[in-house]
């Protein structure tokens, strides 16, 4: 099938890289309701670009998702529910039918295959010319054909690559792929081991401990004799929290932070990197002091990673001692969430700074001033993190 074409994964990494543009058009957007969503995606893509293109196709799938009763047996919608969202969405009758009409083609084609609608090719693709009607003019056997031809390990690991993208552009927190931070051309990546770096970098919202990892976890200079060891050099004991300042057990790792999550972006210049993002397009994202979201990684001794990028030390500001102390690194270069991908700049607009919740300390990620919508955030890793030539945008 067309789908398992190289060029229809050459397709997909072009969309993830045109999503990444600081300035593409659906930052505009920001709501979180899916109807005001899609109206909002399927009026403003005036361009023909590929992305553009693809948008429509997905939000029309949304749109039958939302409309028609698909979990439940897939029952099409009746008369009274299309009209009330209709009325929802502000549009003409016309304009309505024909989005939905459209969606529940690519609802038929697409199947179980949730993701997959990345993989089919746009007309203008590359040599391999599907029109978009002889995806719909399939009879009922030849669909049904088409998905067992689709079932194997190949696509359903295209498909989840596929679902993760999708996911983030109806509001989920943003996926990274992993070819996107080991700097792989999409040639390469068709050439090498495929299927492992178009997967999703694993994210996690809690940071990891595992000593049986690393035996003989040496205790760390700055650890008072007082204090046990070996234990989780993050945890403290005590069930406080100093973001809700309470004194129970709370939610703040997971809920302690603004619902609308930064976005991962390319710059020039330096790689991935995150946007800010508002409630709602032009306003200050995050004011002075406001707490962005906290970086997770795996904990790991200190002096574990002396050259790599992806390691953070880890303070603890309750040991007395002149300067904070590090106790172990944080190490996100195989799994951690998007706040690893925030690059240096002489003059951040953030910090990493350690907070209690749930008697744990997590490295929480701070404004040092407001912070507009569609900026890059941006921390401080040291002077010279960039050498004696620093290229980030304040030395530039
Ligand atoms: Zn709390
Ligand atoms: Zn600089």
């Known amino acids: 099938a067309m789908v398992q074409d190289k060029a229809a994964v050459e397709q997909f990494f072009s969309l993830v890289r045109l999503r ?24 403003n893509s005036l361009t023909q670009s590929e992305f553009a293109q693809f948008i429509i196709r997905f939000e029309q799938s949304q749109l039958a998702k939302q409309v028609d009763d698909t979990k439940h047996g897939r029952l099409r919608a009746t008369p009274a529910v299309r009209e009330s969202v209709c009325k929802t969405l502000g549009w003409k009758r016309r304009k309505f039918e024909h989005h939905l009409s459209i969606g529940r083609k690519w609802n038929r084609v697409c199947g179980e ?41 190949y696509t359903r690991s295209i498909c989840a690559a596929g679902k993760a993208f999708q996911d983030s552009l109806g509001g989920a927190e943003d996926t990274e792929f992993r070819w996107e931070s080991i700097n792989l051309t999409p040639a390469k990546v068709l050439e090498e081991n495929m299927l492992s770096y178009l997967a999703p970098f694993p994210s996690i919202s809690k940071n990891i401990y595992d000593p049986t990892r690393h035996p003989n976890w040496p205790r760390p200079q700055a650890w008072p004799a007082e204090w046990p060891w070996p234990v989780d050099p993050t945890l403290e004991g005590a069930t406080g929290c100093e973001l809700c300042e309470g004194t129970t057990a709370c939610d703040c790792i997971d809920n302690g932070f603004p619902e609308v999550k930064p976005r991962i972006k390319r710059y020039e210049g330096k790689g991935l990197g995150l946007q800010a993002a508002a409630a709602s397009p032009g306003q200050i994202a995050y004011l002075k002091n406001a707490r962005i979201g906290h970086i997770t990684g795996e904990i790991v001794p200190l002096d574990k990673y002396q050259e790599s990028h992806w390691v953070l030390e880890f303070t603890r500001p309750d040991i007395d001692s002149a300067d904070t102390p590090a106790v172990c690194q944080l190490y996100c270069g195989e799994s951690g969430n998007c706040f690893r991908l925030l690059n240096h700049d002489c003059k951040p607009s953030a910090r990493f700074t350690p907070k209690k919740v749930s008697g744990r300390y997590i490295m929480v990620v701070e404004a040092l001033k407001d912070i507009h919508d569609g900026t890059e955030i941006t921390v401080s890793y040291g002077n010279g993190f960039f050498g004696e030539a620093c290229s980030c945008q304040t030395c530039k």
């Not at 957007?29 to 109206?39: S, V, Y």
């Not at 997959?116 to 009607?133: D, N, Y």
């Open 20 to 43: 990444r543009d600081p300035n593409d058009w659906l930052r505009y957007c920001h709501t979180r309701d899916p109807l005001q969503r899609i109206a909002h995606h399927l009026s």
């Open 113 to 153: 295959y949730d993701g997959l609608l990345c993989f089919i090719m746009h007309s203008k693709r590359g040599g391999l010319e599907v029109a978009p009607e002889s995806y719909w003019a399939m009879a009922d056997e030849e669909v049904a054909e088409f998905h067992r031809l689709l079932d194997d390990s």
